[in-house]
């Protein structure tokens, strides 16, 4: 069975999950889990399409970088996806079709995961070091606090009776700024 996973960071990002969702379903996907989940978080419908998974399935992603953060992880996916006798397709690997039922797609696949690792590592560093620069300069104060601006509202909300959750939704940040709002 060919399965596909398509995945966003966040949920104003519908045009690209929605355009994943396509380019699987030409794939001839049978079933799709889909998902908005930034890669370094917990990815429930991931969790869920591997398990779905069996012996001689394929599991199809669009790019390389909606299945793992890093190579360690890809890695991982594919050592256990193997074990389990199911390929894993990635659609569009730099212009091509990776398909690690072959030797040849296993290596390509390695390969590019770490030149992938590699241009991300270099580019925080430089991200660092222009972040350094800017606040040696002056010039970079960083983001600006959501909740902390919001901090007389959070407390009007508490003092209603509103529990945590309601404020954080109410007000569009995380319940743990609500409580350092709070506290």
């Known amino acids: 069975m060919l ?32 998902e908005h989940a930034s890669g370094a978080k917990q990815r429930d419908q991931l969790d869920e399409a591997l398990r779905f998974l069996r012996d ?38 730099a212009g091509e079709t990776i398909n690690t039922h072959s030797a040849t797609g296993r290596l390509q696949l390695a390969m590019f995961a770490a030149f992938a690792e590699f241009e991300r590592t270099m580019m925080l560093e ?23 601006n919001q901090r007389d509202t959070i407390r009007a909300l ?12 109410k007000l569009g940040i995380s319940e743990r700024s609500v409580y350092r709002a709070l506290g």
Do not use: H, N, W
């Open 126 to 148: 430089r991200q660092r070091a222009g972040i350094d620069k800017a606040k040696a300069e002056g010039r970079y104060t960083g983001r600006k606090p959501k909740a902390m």
């Open 56 to 93: 001689g399935d394929t599991l199809i992603v669009t790019k390389m970088d909606r299945l793992a953060r890093d190579l360690r992880g890809l890695l991982a996916i594919v050592d256990d996806l193997e074990k389990r006798g199911i390929a894993l397709r990635i659609l569009d690997f």
């Open 158 to 169: 508490d003092a209603e009776g509103q529990t945590r959750a309601a404020i954080a939704a």
């Open 3 to 34: 399965t596909g996973y398509a995945r966003t960071s966040t949920t104003d990002q519908t045009a690209g999950l929605e355009a994943q969702l396509v380019a699987l379903k030409a794939a001839g996907c049978e079933k799709i889990f889909s």
